[in-house]
């Protein structure tokens, strides 16, 4: 089963009903108290967070489907939210569209952005394209009059 990076489907806090042919592969296992860290340590990363994060993943190979079940306040909360995040990171973006910030965010996550082995001048390079393109289709003749006075220099 392919992973997802990005957005990891799991059942966070490991609340959740399953029927048990959907985790056979997991409980197959024979898991040992030793394999885990001890309580209260559980850490980001450990057995027991990855076991969490591949709850999903396990159902999914067994051709099974994982749901999300909510009632309508709960649904409404989180409409609200994703609406609001949505609308902060456009605010920030450099570019002028919905269409041109999918770009933007394809082309740096496609060159590792913003993975700790990029270096500035790559993060620069980035930020620059991204500017240029927002320019580009904000203010087209705005951009056309600097890319006149680039050449002079």
Known sequence: MPLDDDTPVAPYGTMFWFRPAALKKLFAHEWKWEDFNAEPNHIDGGLAHGLERTICYVAADAKF????????SQASFNYCMAEYKLQDILALAPAG?????????????????PAAGL???????GLLGSIKRSMMSRTPKIYKMLRRFKGNQ
């Open 65 to 72: 489907i994982s749901m999300q079940i909510m009632n309508p």
């Open 97 to 113: 569209s919905i269409v041109n910030v999918d770009n933007s965010m394809r082309a740096w996550k496609d060159a590792g952005y």
């Open 119 to 125: 270096t500035i001048k790559q993060s620069l390079r």
